[in-house]
């Protein structure tokens, strides 16, 4: 990306959601949600319980589908793509709730999130020489290397759910890493982790983003966010009610009022 | 692979090939031929259900139309063997393409009740359609293969060209389990939606899976009938899916040589059992029911465990960690 165009990727949004709107029968879990997120920068996405930010999350990535509203990612419109293409535009993503690839090793777990950027198929599959053999070994040294650089190269050979559970929130991470998103979605990754593996992991968001990639993280450990983030969007009742820097938010009557109930010191 | 299980491999290959040569009796070959037959359909329900994880108990319906269209190109059109079960192959791949697609939005159970639906109106249009099939008289005068000069007229001789076809059936899982494709399929097994989130479209996966497997079975369809030489629509009931899908999770589901074993057994166990007589079908129920219990992962599992092989799966060169000394600490 040239100079200009990070310029005008910051100023427009690398992805911009405007009108966001997701019904579930009678309830409207999301209600004209607009956000920006700028290219390059740690974004938070806060808010209280049921405001609509897995929801919101789900729908970038392709999980549900909006009622209404416009998802731009770099350019390309989300709303209304399968989940697997908008994975292949460069969208990775973890779960809340631990999504592995549970029986399976945990190299294999991360050589499985290569799977867009490799080509093998069933044909090819047969040809054990060549290509075929090649992109086999490029694609589990590309895993080693993210499970090194998540700190689990000892742990490859063992089954994901055998992992304690920061470990496998670290394999959900390394997994997404390995399709090389420009976007990187993550549902509470502290959720669950003592102070030392959320300090851990603080220091790993920032090596993601110095790999280039955007980060858009829900997260409830509210020193962490003001900590980690750039920029955050507040939610509640399925609208954004405040964006900006994190002192911004702290500030922000809004956010105190619906949110932070006032309780909490911006430090 | 490691030089210890090659060597393995090739003895065994070995003690396959010898097989016709040590053994005379037509009775075991035959049994040896059905037994062959039996694992190239259970290594397909095992792409379908023990790669990707999706139940199918329509297996017997496109092992019948492999039979059935093998059969029919022989009889009524004349064609040589081989030509026409490569064709059967193809054919009941291509209705597995016909099955797959309407069921693409079924899991679990339902799935399960869309293909023995599938499987009950395969056979009563086998039963009906008598102008193809000959209904419940059954199908005659089917040609034994021809390679060259060389009918495969005895049992032993037709033992070579079952080797060979599962041979050629293992080889194809084998590539495809240890590459790409094969981990899409487990990771749809394993969670669909993770699986979907990382660029995998389960569609595409699932539909070469039925289709995989519905070629799998017609193949070995076709090679029955022309070992058989007759063809009955009674022999592709509902109970001989059950039987398939029996002899896969007693072999263990996820594993080509726990499939192929598992099929293997469990055609040579009613054979052994014969001099029970009536009461054998409940000593083969007992048994597959202890099997099931006491080796919960299948004859593969069994394996493992024997050998004290990590992670429970077969060929999985991935269960050796770069650091062995250390993986206990992670």
Redesign the interface.
Known sequence: MNAANEIAARETGFLQVRGLLKRFGGITAVSGLDMTVRGGDIHGLIGPNGSGKTTTLNIISGLYRADGGSISFDGSELVRRPAHAIAQLGVGRTFQNIRLFAGLSVLENVMIGRHVRTHVGFVSALFPGGATAREERETREYARELLQFVGLERAAGSVARSLPYGDQRRVEIARALASEPRLLLLDEPAAGMNPTETDTLVELLRRIRDRGATLLLIEHDMNLVMTVCERITVLNFGQHIAEGTAAEIARNPDVITAYLGGAIDAA | MTLRRRAGFGALLIALLCLPLVVHSDYVLNVADIAGIYAIAVLGLGILLGFAGQLSLAQAAFFGIGAYASGYLTVHWGWPVLPSMAVATVFSGLIGLGLGWPCLRLSGHYLALATIGFGIITQLVLINWTSVTNGSDGMTGIPPPQIGPLTLSTYGQYYYLVLASLAICT??AW??KS??????L??IR??E??????????THYKI?AFV?AGAYAGLAGALLAHSIKFLSPDSYSFDQSVIFLVMLIVGGSGSIGGAILGAVLLTFLPEVLRPLKSSYIMVYGAAVIAMVIFMPRGLAGLFDAVTHR??GQET?P??????PV??K??
Request: glycine fraction near 8%.
């Open positions: 080889y194809v590539r495809i590459t790409r494709p094969g981990r899409a487990q990771a394993e969670n939606l993770a699986a979907s989130a990382t660029g995998i479209d389960p070469v995989l990590r992670g999985r991935l269960a050796t960690p770069a650091h250390e993986a600490s992670a």
